[in-house]
């Protein structure tokens, strides 16, 4: 039988496509690399991979600025490489879920182009322009996440129009309703060429206040960073206007019914909002809203078990229908092995406790290319980075490049495999070293760490689908049961660099096999070795 809630329980691998891998040696990744390692991903052990964009663009946020939806930007291939992805990822029962940018285009694209010539085109109102102060002044006081004010004038209409990105993203109007229904058209586009799902980038962010009001001002002690830093003026604003709108829940239930359309299809949406939790279980309530939603909630530096136990507890209380999402990285966020270290040091322990963990959550799962390396942060000189966030707020925030830097492959070979020629950004000398080859013949490895911890955790079905419940316990261990009707276990983790003893509840078990373990129980004390992880059914 077809399961059409595949995705419940699944491991998203997401590909950042510029720095997978380079198939014509121009130093840029793109779909036909990504064809040649199916194998690869098949051996990991996922369900589904998430492509970040690969639509044709002008590249200044670095596809998540598209000027041609239904089209594949050159430097990624064709719409003929993306057909042979999907027939040879469907060949491996590899399900291929594509990033959608909904709530803004390129200022390239054809309708801003034909919007921002005048008030009277077809496309006038199909973005969000507004009139200037009397003063001149912008309409209101909204923020760029990239820095600075969130409006830009165009001479050619006497207007701002708003950005909540880079300037070269122009926000959608989608109070018009022939722009709700060109957005779903082109999402239909590939749900016609079979892709299973979609990433829905910034999703909260479609629509805006009508009233444009002001932002009200936020106390210096509450501002904190979910895809931004602290130092950023985005953080000095509660951001109740400019996005997270009341009539957006209106349009997941469009994109849901859409979605309907195509049975075994699933919508997972990118929620930063003043409250993400509330905002997630809010966009996937009823069943009839998006499937699943995931936030920058565990993308944090805050590594401590009581942050990770309250913020799941959280969802849970919230999330009463819809299905949860996590991920400790992406390709917005340091990367989680430097992250959360301890010491400022890659630790092989850790990450593979951090893998365990992560799969152990209730709900689906992200793990971004390179976790499965045990790949920390590159370190990319300012004179060679590409991110114009980066550059902007250099050198408090050095920007996204050092989570994006090319996939090691093979150490021995130029590039470790990437590429034949200069890569766009350059390859780590410290990731080469943690390169696939190297740790495919190493079974002490966190590679093949990752692909029998995977392998464990698809038969068991309590970490599928399962219910969680939170023990008690003291920092710095974190320990839950995960429940369904035929199995319980206990997960428990050791998030510090030494050992520690933890007293459980009075349960009789039987430890799981499997590889890595590292811990005992005895007489119902828990004994945990530094980054330990121990699993055990509860009869």
Not at 376 to 382: D, K, L, M, R, Y
Request: charged fraction near 20%.
């Amino acid at each position: 039988m077809v399961n059409n809630e595949w995705w419940k329980g699944a491991v998203i691998y997401q590909i950042y496509p510029r720095s997978f891998q380079d198939s014509n040696a121009d130093g840029i990744g793109d779909l036909q690399g990504i064809i040649q390692r199916l194998d690869y991903i098949k051996s990991l052990g996922v369900d589904a991979v998430w492509i970040s964009p690969f639509f044709k663009s002008p590249m200044k946020d670095f596809g998540y600025d598209i000027s041609d939806y239904r089209d594949i930007d050159p430097m990624f291939g064709t719409l003929e490489d993306f057909d042979t992805l999907i027939s040879e990822a469907h060949n491996r029962d590899i399900k291929i879920i594509i990033d959608q940018v909904l709530s803004h285009t390129s200022n390239q694209h054809p309708w801003f182009v034909e919007s921002r010539e005048d008030k009277t085109n077809d496309k006038a109102d199909w973005y969000v322009w507004a009139d200037a102060n009397p003063d001149g002044s912008p309409p209101n006081n909204w923020l760029s996440i990239f820095g600075g004010v969130a409006w830009q004038w165009e001479p050619r209409r006497c207007q701002y129009y708003l950005h909540n990105f880079l300037t070269e993203q122009p926000d959608l109007n989608f109070h018009h309703p022939e722009v709700r229904k060109a957005v779903l058209d082109n999402v239909e586009f590939w749900l016609k060429k079979g892709v299973d799902g979609f990433r829905l980038d910034a999703i909260n962010f479609c629509f805006h206040d009508k009233q444009l009001r002001d932002n009200p001002a936020k106390p210096i002690e509450l501002r904190q960073g979910r895809g931004f830093s602290e130092d950023n003026p985005y953080a000095f604003q509660y951001h109740y206007y400019n996005n997270t709108q009341p009539e957006n829940l209106l349009f997941m239930g469009e994109i849901r019914a859409l979605l309907d359309r195509y049975p075994g299809t699933v919508s997972l949406g990118e929620i930063s909002s003043e409250d993400s939790l509330q905002t997630m279980a809010e966009y996937t309530a009823d069943g009839n809203k998006l499937h699943m939603g995931y936030s920058f909630e565990l993308l944090t530096n805050d590594y401590s078990a009581k942050y990770i136990r309250e913020t799941v507890s959280r969802l849970e209380s919230v999330m009463t229908e819809g299905w949860p999402c996590w991920a400790f990285a992406n390709h917005d966020v340091e990367r989680v092995a430097s992250r959360w270290s301890v010491d400022g040091k890659v630790n092989d322990t850790q990450v593979k406790m951090l893998t365990a963990l992560l799969g152990s959550l209730r709900g689906s799962v992200c793990m971004y290319q390179g976790e499965e390396l045990g790949l920390g942060e590159a370190a990319v000189a300012f004179e060679e980075l590409q991110d114009p966030y980066g550059i902007t707020f250099w050198p408090n925030f050095k920007g996204r490049d050092g989570c994006r830097t090319p996939l090691p492959w093979t150490k021995a070979k130029t590039n470790a495999g990437f590429s034949e020629s200069k890569p766009w950004l350059p390859v780590s000398e410290a990731h080469a070293l943690r390169a696939v080859d190297e740790q495919a013949v190493d079974s002490n490895s966190t590679l093949s760490y990752y692909q029998a911890f995977l392998q464990w955790r698809n038969a068991q079905p309590a970490l599928k689908t399962g219910d969680i419940e939170f023990i008690d316990t003291p920092e710095p261990v974190l320990a839950f049961y995960r429940k369904t009707q035929t199995q319980t276990l206990l997960c428990a983790f050791n998030l510090a660099a030494t050992q520690q003893s933890v007293t459980l509840p009075e349960v009789a078990l039987t430890q799981c096999d499997l590889k890595h373990l590292s811990g005992t129980a005895s007489a119902n004390v828990l004994t945990l070795d530094a980054f330990g992880c121990y699993f055990a059914e509860v009869l």
